[in-house]
């Protein structure tokens, strides 16, 4: 929602004419620490103000501006509690970003900023792709009781290649984390697109599809837990198998959508599982590793980590125990009642305040508790587990420890696990890692990833 700014001057007029000078997108490189985030600002003519941070994925962000002069930009972000003051120098605004009593240099040029995304595929398309739909019931079909989630319907694409026969493999592809659509775009990339036209062109069928309550598919994305996310894909199997046009039918899962491969492998309802960067460990150790990571890439010092993944992991122990207490029902109250030993950065603790607000939802509740650990024992068929070394969300070294012992030998012999040198958690080729680069890597996915997808799955779907 856009919000109308107002200026330190007594009368609107001389603000919407000083706007229509400056209107349009000004862009710039916001430089904190070790983060490089960059910041779009759109300024329209009627007096309107909003903010984009592409690189964390976030757009519209109202804004105030609070004083619009000759030579003098003034804008506050009440959602950010922040602020942006500058100077304009020709087609330029020198000036400076705060935050949370840091101030930091942001200079602003005209311009969107645009982005490159060469390995989105681009029509004509040497192969078929179909617009489907199917249904996850809602229904238990031995017990006859509701599942979780309830019932939905699932559209997707289902891509053929050219000259397709009857009896080939095709692949069902399951996202990460989060509502998302069938190519998983986040930040301007396509991965499921990217990987399904490389497939295509390999002769391997896929099945991709939009998430609950995304694109074409139905069904309340607030009730999603990881086993209604696991239900939705069986139903994608399922209906594969309906069609009765396919020879092996494989799980291509990538983060959370890895974990369900191992899920429905379990089950005995995948040939085989490509995960890319599925963790193996239970969900709530994910995510500390995960926050220790990402806090470590930022700069931040081991100290401050520590006492951070010390505080998280009391509030992930409190609200998986289901405890409440009535003097701490709000997460402003709750914070401070068990991390009152914990001496906090104030913007950590703003940060954890954060995430209380959030961990009520049926799904990080289910992804913190679920252990793949028992459905990993119970996998039998062939699985390609693929981690990049940079990945700050999925730890390589401590998964692929992790994996060696849960995977039976068996398995071990006929899988395919790899690590790869400066990949990120989306196999991008990436120096640190962070998340805050995702949006600036014009790749989407490593070639070299791809290759290694495309000759695995026929070996293993004959």
């Keep these: 929602m856009k919000k109308y700014i107002f200026l330190c001057l007594s009368v609107l007029m001389p603000l919407l004419a000083n706007a229509q000078g400056i209107k349009g997108a000004w862009n710039g490189l916001l430089e904190a620490g070790p983060s490089k985030l960059t910041i779009v600002f759109h300024i329209n003519a009627d007096g309107t ?66 982005v490159n995304r060469p390995q989105t595929p681009q029509p004509p ?29 699932l559209g997707g694409t289902l891509t053929y290649p050219k000259n397709f026969k009857a009896g080939m493999p095709v692949v069902i592809m399951v996202s990460g984390s989060g509502q998302q659509d069938r190519d998983e775009e986040i930040l301007g990339h396509k ?62 899962g990538h983060s959370e959508g890895g974990i369900i491969g191992y899920m429905l492998a379990a089950k005995g309802k995948a040939d085989f599982v490509v995960s890319l960067a599925g963790p193996v460990l239970r969900g709530d150790s994910v995510l500390l590793i995960q926050n220790r990571d990402l806090l ?11 006492k951070y993944a010390t505080a998280l992991g009391r509030v992930f122990r409190y609200k998986m125990s289901g405890q409440q207490n009535k003097f701490a029902q709000t997460p402003e109250a709750l914070v401070p009642m068990l991390t009152a030993d914990i001496d906090l950065l104030p913007e950590l603790r703003a940060n954890l305040v954060g995430v209380v607000k959030q961990i009520d939802s049926p799904w990080l ?25 940079n990945d700050k969300q999925v730890n390589s070294a401590i998964n692929f420890q992790a994996a060696e012992t849960l995977f039976s030998k068996t398995v071990r012999a006929k899988s395919l696990f790899k690590t790869y040198s400066k990949l990120n958690h989306f196999f991008q080729p990436s120096e640190s890692g962070s998340p805050l680069d995702y949006a600036k890597i014009e790749t989407t996915i490593s070639e070299e990833v791809l290759s290694d997808i495309g000759d695995w799955i026929p070996e293993v779907a004959k």
């Design 191 to 252: 991965p499921f697109l990217v990987i399904a036209d490389y497939l295509a062109r390999r002769g391997i069928a896929t099945l991709r599809y939009d998430d609950r309550g995304v694109g074409k598919s139905t069904g309340d994305p607030t009730k999603v837990t990881i086993q209604s996310n696991m239900l939705d894909a069986q139903a994608g199997i399922d209906y594969l198998r309906s069609t009765k046009k396919f020879g092996k039918i494989g799980v291509l």
């Design 49 to 114: 103000v909003t903010m984009d941070s592409p690189d964390q994925g976030a757009t519209g962000l109202p804004a105030d501006v609070k004083c619009l002069q000759e030579d003098t930009l003034s804008i506050e972000l009440p959602q950010l509690r922040a602020q942006y003051t500058g100077k304009f120098k020709g087609e330029e605004i020198l000036g400076t970003f705060s935050q949370m009593g840091y101030s930091f240099p942001l200079n602003l040029k005209r311009g969107e900023v645009k």
């Design 125 to 153: 398309f040497d192969y078929t792709m179909q617009e489907v739909a199917f249904q996850n019931k809602g229904v238990d079909g031995k017990t006859g009781l509701p599942t979780e989630g309830g019932e939905a319907w």
């Design 296 to 306: 470590a890439v930022s700069g931040l010092d081991e100290a401050s980590i520590e």
């Design 365 to 389: 509740i289910s992804y913190l508790k679920y252990d793949p650990a028992a459905d990993i024992r119970k996998v039998e068929c062939p699985v390609m587990l693929l981690i990049g070394d």
